[in-house]
């Protein structure tokens, strides 16, 4: 986009100074014109220089005005964040009129091009209501923050995105050649002992044929009729401890992980709502994010939903990956967590210290976060230490690419 609005702007006869790129010593030249990056440019141009933010991602604008504007530049051309939610003041009209000419045409506008000062704000809006009822609301949840209720022992208060027999199954009816329904059926089978139901291979097959027609009808329901999961969506309670706690829908839930979802809408009563939502702590959160720009969530949170919140596709996918290395080596289940210590060498916003802290782990990084973020971990409750136990029986480390590693192998 840069070369193309360089070249638009050189026909219409008018002069450009060069680019700007973070990989400038890479790429040296663009159309005939030198690559700066920001250090270079500033000894380069004064801060009277225009800079038009040529970046196809207007959700990176804001970003790289804030960044532009903190090396001395304030005559930047790009789309402000209230373009974005369209909340745009007067000036910030202009602003986006004189970027649409620039883009568009290759032209530069008759009036005055206004100086926006770019400054991150925090727009606060609550989680979306997808369904509501006298009694009950239904919202979307992320699949971090649902657990498990009350089942059978080793299965109590679990993390959905850890029920490996569950996702694997779906997984296999979907055609996943790398997963097996047999966990799945051991499980079954743990339940038809304890009612003393005899177990043929006749009877595996059907709890097999069984549990694949209610794959079917989920999948046809998700692939032609996807207001379904709303609509009957599981119901869930609240735990203080900071997640939601099933008492419906387990096989609901598993199928849209195994499908590849990051959330899934929850059926929680009006009052657990108003609850959550006025909870202290959450709002006290919601003042260090309003007060801190480079603040986040270090993990996807309901009250959060649709504001400046962590929530990353790849750390949820490596989640997952380091739930099921756990569930194979016995490690996710029943009492193993209190015996388990685990190393976060993970440079991230704490996102995977939170979790298993959350989970009952005994959790430790070797390196300071900021204020912002300890004060953040505070108010949910969580306790990260910043040196390991040494009485602890079994270590578990993610190195700083999220990758699990048993110490104890």
């Known amino acids: 986009m840069g070369s193309v609005t360089g070249k638009a702007l050189l026909e219409n006869g008018k002069r450009i100074c060069g680019f700007i790129d973070k990989r400038a010593k890479d790429i040296r030249q663009c159309i005939g014109y030198p690559v700066y990056d920001i250090e270079t440019l500033k000894k380069k141009a004064g801060r009277h220089a225009v800079i038009f933010v040529a970046v196809k991602n207007v959700f990176y604008h804001m970003d790289i005005a804030v960044e532009l504007y903190a090396n001395g530049f304030e005559r930047i051309i790009y789309k402000s964040c209230h373009a974005i939610h369209g909340t745009m003041s007067g000036e910030e009209q202009l602003l986006d009129k004189a970027y649409e000419l620039i883009y568009k045409t290759g032209d530069i506008p008759d009036f005055e ?18 369904l509501e009822t ?19 022992a080793k299965w109590t208060n679990t993390p959905v995105l850890s029920l490996i027999p569950y996702i694997e199954l779906f997984r296999y009816f979907e055609g996943d ?20 139901i005899e ?19 989920m999948r046809w329901q998700y692939e032609h009729e996807p207001e379904f999961f709303t609509v009957q969506a599981p119901e869930a309670a609240w735990d203080k401890r900071g ?6 829908g387990k096989h609901r839930i598993c199928f849209l992980i195994a499908m ?12 657990t709502w108003r609850a959550i939502c006025e909870d202290p702590k ?43 290395q756990m569930y194979k080596t016995g490690q996710m289940c029943g009492q193993e967590r209190e015996t388990l210590e685990i190393l976060d060498q993970t440079q991230d916003s704490g996102y995977f210290s939170l979790i298993f802290s959350q989970m009952g782990f005994c959790v430790y990084r070797d390196f300071r976060l900021s204020s912002d973020k300890n004060e953040i971990y505070q108010k949910l409750g969580m306790k990260i230490s910043e040196r390991a136990d040494s009485a602890s029986k079994t270590r578990i480390k993610l190195d700083g690419e999220g990758n699990f590693q048993n110490e104890n192998d």
């Open 113 to 130: 091009i206004p100086i926006v000062l770019p400054k991150q704000e925090f727009q606060w809006t609550p989680s979306r209501i997808l």
């Open 134 to 152: 006298e009694e009950y609301v239904t919202l979307n949840a992320p699949l971090e923050q649902i657990y498990t209720g009350v089942t059978a």
């Open 177 to 196: 050649s790398q997963c097996r329904p047999d966990d799945y059926i051991a499980l079954c089978e743990e339940g038809a002992r304890s009612e003393q």
């Open 199 to 217: 177990i043929t291979d006749s009877w595996k097959q059907y709890a097999l044929e069984n549990r694949f027609h209610i794959f079917g009808q």
């Open 243 to 248: 997640y939601f706690r099933l008492l419906t």
């Open 260 to 271: 590849g979802k990051t959330s899934a809408p929850l059926k929680i009563r009006k009052d």
């Open 282 to 324: 959450l709002h006290e959160i919601r003042q260090i994010l309003e007060r801190s720009p480079n603040a986040q969530m270090p993990l996807p949170h309901i009250y959060f939903q649709g504001n400046r919140q962590f929530h990353c596709i790849f750390y949820q996918k490596k989640l997952r990956e380091i739930y099921w």
